[in-house]
């Protein structure tokens, strides 16, 4: 049983930013990846920034240089820093856990529930 929850999307303006946060609960013996992904209205779920245990991180193109990913394993969250926002940024942002729930158990996707972040012109 694990709980994944973002919190922090909303309104901005174009050149406004925003963070976004995710923590991750419940069964856990280990998280490998963590990440987020956005999809926005008729378009398939892309990735947005991943990082891993060790820090290294991952960056869609369209977001390098605006957002940045960085998280704390003691607490099992994941933040997302989003800077010079865009209108096509507007989406909902879903967080990504790749989770170990015991030793001897492989890693499984868990998601949150995503949270919408619109950005206007």
């Known amino acids: 049983q694990v709980q994944v929850v973002e919190s922090g999307g909303g309104l901005e303006q174009a050149g406004g930013s925003l963070r976004l946060s995710c923590a991750a609960s419940?069964?856990?013996?280990?998280?490998?990846?963590m990440g987020w992904y956005r999809q926005a209205p008729g378009k398939q779920r892309e990735l947005v920034a991943t990082?891993?245990?060790?820090?290294?991180?991952n960056y869609v193109d369209s977001v390098k240089g605006r957002f940045t990913i960085s998280r704390d394993n003691a607490k099992n969250t994941v933040h997302l820093e989003m800077n010079s926002l865009k209108p096509e940024d507007t989406a909902v942002y879903y967080c990504n856990a790749q989770i170990r729930a015991t030793v001897s158990t492989y890693a499984f996707d868990s998601w949150g529930q995503g949270t919408q972040v619109t950005v206007s012109s």
């Open positions: 990082i891993t245990g060790g820090g290294a991180t």
């Open positions: 419940g069964k856990i013996f280990s998280i490998n990846s």
